[in-house]
């Protein structure tokens, strides 16, 4: 049984910087393309960014290119997402995910990942 643990929320303020893990066990990260989906009360849970499995290309969302990074350790079965220059508009729970076998154009839906973590809350002050 696939299980994702996120960690690394909290509150920081405009501008500031968090590092989000997510530690995944009872499988092999290998084999996982590895995204952070984020969703406030009342919308969509939106995609923020992907790391494949093949290689770890990697892909985000228009509203954190150039602020947030996606990254992998396989050897520590980890992901991690470093976010900088945060926005209050940033503010949400951000959720790990692990799909396999996903193409580039299906990254972005989170309905083709199978595997979630609980969430983590991340909160900017303005």
């Known amino acids: 049984q696939v299980q994702l643990v996120e960690s690394g929320g909290g509150l920081v303020q405009t501008g500031g910087s968090l590092r989000l893990s997510c530690a995944l066990s009872?499988?092999?990260?290998?084999?996982?393309?590895m995204g952070w989906f984020r969703q406030t009360p009342g919308k969509e849970r939106a995609f923020v960014a992907a790391v494949r499995s093949n290689g770890g290309s990697t892909h985000y969302g228009d509203s954190v290119k150039g602020r947030f990074t996606i990254s992998r350790d396989n050897a520590k079965n980890t992901v991690y997402l470093q976010m900088n220059s945060l926005k209050p508009e940033d503010s949400s729970v951000y959720y790990c995910?692990?799909?396999?076998?996903?193409?580039?154009?299906?990254?972005?839906?989170?309905?083709?990942?199978?595997?979630w973590g609980q969430g983590t809350q991340v909160t900017v002050s303005s």
């Open positions: 995910a692990a799909g396999a076998g996903l193409i580039w154009s299906s990254l972005w839906s989170s309905n083709n990942y199978a595997h």
């Open positions: 009872g499988g092999n990260l290998r084999t996982y393309t």
